[in-house]
């Protein structure tokens, strides 16, 4: 069964301290690869999306990375506008739906 | 342009009520996708519509049912709620190779 998990649940960080969120997938056949931002009662923001393990994006201080069962999601020198839940989605080939995993809840102290 | 947009933006509704959300997708987009989540856990797809039939389904139980209008907006009706229907009902739309974009939810509560 088509899968993903994300870690950690939550993550505390101190503005300016670098880190990564783990995004792991099982999926038979990856079509592609989401990162979305999710704030507090609001649908998710799009950030990315990663097709092919080896592919990079980046955006601002964000930048996402793939490989074949795994995708990380690095942030550079966070600021406190960055709290939020960071959710990981993929959707396979052989389907035509998106499936989330739980998210990670990323706060950034001043 | 408009982004997604869904009403209404919160509901209360009594447990055995019936309930209709709406979705207008983003201009030219021609998929609609429903999500349901719950409190401090991701979304949980509930059906796709795409040329005004259901493509795809999640394990979600016959209460929950839609419908796509030529101009491609859409309803997701549940039946007979229950208190743990209470959730952020998530619509996005799509089209192609397009990533999706959602709209802010309806947040449902079942009283």
């Known amino acids: 069964e088509d899968q993903v998990t994300q870690s950690p649940e939550a993550l505390r960080l101190q503005e300016g301290e670098s880190s990564s969120l783990n995004c792991s997938y099982t999926?038979?056949?990856?079509?592609?690869l989401f990162w979305y931002r999710q704030d507090p009662g609001k649908g998710p923001e799009f950030l990315f999306t990663?097709?092919?393990a080896g592919e990079e994006k980046e955006k601002e201080r964000l930048k996402a990375t793939l490989t074949k069962k795994e995708s990380f999601l690095h942030i550079t020198a966070p600021k406190p506008e960055d709290s939020a839940t960071y959710l990981c989605?993929?959707?396979?080939?052989?389907?035509?739906?998106?499936?989330f995993g739980p998210g990670t809840s990323l706060s950034v102290i001043p | 342009d408009a982004g997604v947009t869904q009403s209404p933006t919160h509901l209360i509704k009594t447990r055995g009520q019936q309930v209709t959300l709406r979705c207008s997708p983003k201009?030219?987009?021609?998929?609609v996708s429903w999500y349901q989540q719950a409190l401090g856990q991701g979304p949980q797809f509930i059906f796709q519509?795409?040329?005004?039939?259901?493509?795809q389904r999640g394990n979600f139980p016959d209460r929950f049912s839609g419908h796509q209008f030529p101009n491609y907006s859409s309803e997701l009706n549940v039946n007979a709620l229950l208190l743990g229907d209470s959730a952020l009902y998530l619509c996005?739309?799509?089209?192609?190779?397009?990533?999706?974009?959602f709209g802010s939810g309806t947040r449902l509560t079942v009283v």
């Open positions: 519509y795409y040329e005004e039939e259901e493509r």
């Open positions: 996005a739309s799509s089209r192609d190779e397009d990533g999706y974009t």
């Open positions: 201009s030219g987009h021609d998929t």
């Open positions: 990663l097709y092919s």
């Open positions: 999926v038979s056949g990856l079509r592609g």
């Open positions: 989605a993929v959707e396979g080939t052989s389907y035509d739906k998106v499936i």
